[in-house]
């Protein structure tokens, strides 16, 4: 019995492993098996109640999500749009994440809000600007970094995700 390719790969001697050699390995993942199905489903559950939260958390106090949003150097007229956008946005995810037919629309647009949140998180602690945070129960005790780890992750699992749907031709 030939052992997995990844195995096999990690086995060789350091001069024939590269990283394109690992890349290959990366690309042969199968999009149609169960373990693919059950990633896509943990990822699609774990955004949507991700996102489901967040947004409900910003409705209900969206007063102070707007003063919030007053801080982090927007102009004026854009706090009212992004305060109201935000949580409308997440919902759009939250649907169209559990719509078999606009899931990988979903994924693809969480990708891209947790990108965009990482890297304004990730700027401005750089930059060492003061970071309002809108976080709500257990996301709120986060520190700053913790926050930019754990985006970092739903980034790559979203991604990964979308493409497996992706592959699967939805």
């Given at each position: 019995?030939q052992?997995?390719?990844?195995?096999?790969?990690?086995?060789?001697?350091?001069?024939?492993?590269?990283?394109?050699?690992?890349?290959?390995?990366?690309?042969?993942?199968?999009?149609?098996?169960?373990?693919?199905?059950?990633?896509?489903?943990?990822?699609?559950f774990?955004?949507?109640?991700?996102?489901l939260?967040?947004?409900?958390d910003?409705?209900?106090t969206i007063?102070?999500?707007?003063?919030?949003?007053?801080r982090?150097?927007?102009?004026?007229?854009?706090?009212?749009?992004?305060?109201?956008?935000?949580p409308?946005?997440?919902v759009?995810?939250?649907?169209?994440?559990?719509?078999?037919k606009f899931?990988?629309?979903?994924?693809?647009?969480?990708?891209?809000?947790?990108?965009?949140?990482t890297?304004y998180?990730?700027?401005?602690?750089?930059?060492?600007?003061?970071?309002p945070?809108n976080?709500?129960?257990?996301?709120?005790?986060?520190?700053?970094?913790?926050?930019?780890?754990?985006?970092?992750?739903?980034?790559?699992?979203?991604?990964?995700a979308?493409?497996?749907?992706?592959?699967r031709?939805y």
């Amino acid at each position: 019995m030939q052992p997995p390719l990844l195995v096999s790969r990690l086995t060789r001697s350091p001069e024939t492993f590269n990283s394109m050699s690992f890349l290959a390995v990366n690309r042969q993942v199968k999009t149609n098996g169960k373990y693919a199905s059950l990633f896509v489903y943990l990822i699609v559950f774990i955004l949507s109640v991700l996102f489901l939260y967040t947004a409900l958390d910003k409705f209900q106090t969206i007063q102070k999500f707007t003063d919030i949003m007053g801080r982090i150097y927007l102009p004026a007229f854009l706090v009212p749009i992004v305060a109201w956008g935000i949580p409308i946005v997440e919902v759009i995810i939250v649907t169209a994440l559990l719509l078999p037919k606009f899931r990988h629309w979903g994924l693809l647009a969480s990708a891209i809000l947790l990108a965009i949140f990482t890297i304004y998180i990730t700027v401005l602690k750089l930059t060492g600007l003061k970071l309002p945070c809108n976080c709500g129960g257990i996301i709120s005790s986060l520190s700053w970094w913790n926050h930019i780890i754990l985006n970092t992750v739903l980034l790559i699992a979203a991604s990964i995700a979308y493409k497996i749907e992706a592959k699967r031709g939805y």
